[in-house]
């Protein structure tokens, strides 16, 4: 191990760089080293060229970027040819196949890597009470890092690491201190404490273990220094006072009950959206009877829709196509209803391919992947040596490549729906790539003459102009559109019954109408409710624990885990906007956090995709009332009362900007790709003909 890390040398762990043989090689420019960043923390695994784009630029790609992809993958498989041929030993290798690149290099050579090693190794210690190796190891870690992670590089992927392997770092120093404190060795913490402090001051976690480091190597008016630093820096640049945790400590320094006291876990406000979730307790109480769906949930009140499901699949074992559309808002069902579906016997008599986005997006890698075929067989490296540089920005050229491409994915699914037929479901459609959104409109076309199934499911509020186009497409092949609309109140109840297993209470029932019939956040509710305890059950009824305040819903769990997944800027951008809502353009919003536009809609994209925020002809919305409440709730009272001051200033300082006619303001800068402005104004619902 310790010969490989001699011989070469990746450093991820402050500025990017690669020494071999004591010899530093030059990486090139900054994105040229994003490339390398990515690569070298992925060392022996593929990364598509999707996957790099993604990476490096995010949804800010240029319409060249597949040329800047080739460019940058050439100019470091050249700077690594040219390290000297008589160095001996293992060397670093930048190969290509299976459409994308792969660097091989042994992980040991990787200092991230190394670190990652190191902490897990300290885990396993922790699990074997090993406290010794477990702060070696932990030691070892922290002796890698020399400043911050991928410092300059551009793009999502280094800005996530970042905050990621930053994280990691401080936690690793937090559980380094917890042990050593719990050792007697308090005196041997505070220097490397007070500079993390230095480093971090809003990081409560940290102060806390320096004021008790201090305290018990009797220094407590060094300890009551460092608590004031931290409460004075904290009311004046965020408007809050200390966590508890934090005020415990200043308490127990005060009364001198610190000395073995244990080191308690306060909350961390150097992150104010990532608070320690306590366990979530699931509800044990079930109903005998009913559709019990993936994850112990329930299907109320879809029967007209799963009929038509049924239908369409019964008609495919007799050889016949057809596509169905389902659409409908997030949590209202979609998903669910196919799976109660595909539970039945009879869909086990054909092959079902189900694809999603899980958030990111679908790309045709994705599609061909679930189909084990592989659209871009060329590959983008041959394809762009192929063609003579005069082409390569000829859009005729190009077109004609990928509609070749698309004629192998098309092959493949052609002879897969041989035999018994096949049931391709394309969930969360309306995050498709238009290549994506091409690729299906042929393949609703084969339904025609084909024994295939093609289900899609989509957002609603969320569909682009190709979406429109596709479902346009869908009715106009004689397929099924399926709205799934909220449960009725009958059916609300029926819900809540066969999840508690009892029968639900007026009072209840007045709490879960927050969900507005909305299955999932119903789920979450009680969920959140038996998680505080404030379920109260009496015989056969269940209902609300006694003082329960009827007028206050926990916020959802999954909101909550998702706000804490965000980074610092963009939850502060969706604090913003909930404290605005409902009506507050970007430009606003982009006034509001002292951003440009262009920024904005990089955080915007990123809350998107976590089912934060929609965006529609009206701009951007949450996606259910109890997500805005959950967001304001995750806030500080401070924090969202100066908001709202903030907002009212702004708003009675200047009229809300001039819009196009027919344009929403979030519409009008997302472009073509999310804007449903220009509906059905890029083509014919008719797909277009593949090259002969």
């Known amino acids: ?294 994850g112990g949930r329930h299907l109320v009140g879809r029967g007209s829709d799963l009929t038509r499901l049924e239908r369409a699949h019964d008609a495919l074992l007799r050889g016949h196509g057809g596509v169905l559309w389902i659409q409908g808002e997030a949590g209202v069902g979609k998903t669910a209803l196919l799976d109660a579906a595909s539970a039945a016997p009879s869909w086990e008599r054909s092959r079902i391919v189900r694809l999603s986005s899980d958030g990111q997006g679908i790309t045709m890698h994705d599609l061909a992947r679930c189909l084990h075929a592989d659209p871009y067989a060329h590959g983008e490296r041959d394809w762009d040596e192929a063609v003579p540089e005069s082409q390569r920005l000829v859009s005729g050229a190009k077109l004609a490549h990928r509609l070749t491409d698309m004629h192998a994915l098309l092959d493949e699914i052609d002879k897969t729906c041989l035999g018994d037929g096949l049931t391709l479901a394309v969930d969360d459609v309306h995050r498709a790539d238009p290549d994506v959104l091409t690729a299906l409109r042929y393949t609703a076309e084969l339904t025609q003459r084909r024994p295939l199934l093609l289900v899609l499911i989509a957002r609603t509020s969320e569909m682009s102009p190709d979406a429109f186009n596709l479902r346009a497409l869908v009715e106009v092949l004689g397929g099924s559109v399926v709205a799934v609309p909220p449960l009725r109140d009958d059916e609300v109840k029926d819900l809540v019954g066969r999840v508690t297993g009892r029968q639900p209470t007026a009072a209840l029932l007045g709490v879960i109408e927050r969900a507005e019939g909305n299955p999932a956040y119903i789920h979450e509710i009680i969920e959140s409710l038996a998680t505080s305890r404030s379920l109260a059950v009496e015989g056969d009824a269940v209902g609300l624990a006694l003082g329960v305040r009827t007028d206050v819903v926990p916020p959802p769990v999954s909101v909550l885990r998702r706000l804490a997944g965000l980074s610092p800027a963009a939850r502060a951008m969706v604090r913003v906007a909930a404290t605005a809502a409902p009506d507050l353009t970007i430009r606003q919003l982009a006034d509001l956090l002292d951003r440009s536009v262009p920024s904005l809609l990089t955080l915007i994209d990123e809350v998107v995709d976590a089912s934060l925020l929609t965006i529609s002809a009206s701009g951007l919305a949450f996606p259910h009332p109890l997500v805005t409440e959950a967001v304001i709730a995750d806030m500080p009272c401070a924090i969202h009362d100066a908001l709202r001051r903030q907002v009212a200033e702004m708003r009675s300082a200047s009229p809300s900007p001039r819009r196009l006619p027919g344009q929403s303001d979030g519409a009008r800068r997302l472009g073509a790709r999310r804007s449903p402005v220009r509906l059905l104004s890029r083509g014919s619902t008719k797909a277009p003909a593949l090259p002969a």
Not at 114 to 140: G, P
Not at 261 to 285: C, F, L, N
């Open 1 to 294: 191990m310790d010969a490989d890390r001699e011989l070469c040398e990746i450093t991820l762990l402050r500025a990017v760089s690669l020494r071999y043989a004591g010899a530093k090689v030059d990486l090139g420019a900054p994105r040229q080293q994003a490339v390398f960043a990515l690569l070298a923390l992925r060392a022996g695994a593929i990364v598509t060229g999707h996957e790099i784009i993604r990476a490096v630029w995010g949804d800010a790609a240029p319409a060249s970027v597949q040329n800047s992809v080739y460019t940058y993958v050439s100019g470091l498989r050249r700077a690594l040819n040219a390290i000297p041929a008589h160095v001996s030993g293992p060397r670093v290798r930048l190969e290509s196949g299976s459409g994308g690149y792969v660097l091989r290099v042994a992980a040991e050579a990787v200092d991230a890597l190394m670190f990652e090693r190191l902490i897990e190794r300290a885990r396993q210690a922790r699990r074997a009470h090993d406290r010794n190796l477990e702060i070696s190891s932990i030691d070892s870690a922290l002796q890698l890092w020399l400043g911050e992670p991928l410092v300059g590089l551009p793009g999502p992927f280094a800005e996530t690491q970042r905050e990621r392997l930053t994280e990691l770092r401080f936690a690793a120093l937090e559980r380094k201190a917890e042990l050593m404190l719990a050792s007697g060795r308090h005196r041997e913490l505070i220097a490397e404490l007070s500079e993390a402090v230095t480093e971090h001051p809003y990081r409560e976690s940290l102060v806390c273990l320096l004021m008790m480091a201090l305290f018990r190597a009797e220094r407590t008016a060094d300890a009551l220094a460092a608590y004031r630093r931290t409460r004075d820096l904290l009311q004046a640049d965020l408007g809050i006072d200390p966590g508890p945790g934090l005020q415990e400590i200043h308490r127990q320094v005060l009364t001198g009950e610190a000395v073995g006291a244990p080191v308690p876990e306060p909350v961390d406000r150097a992150q104010p959206g990532h608070p320690k979730q306590p366990p979530v307790s699931r509800m044990i109480m079930k109903a005998p009877s009913g559709t019990e769906i993936r």
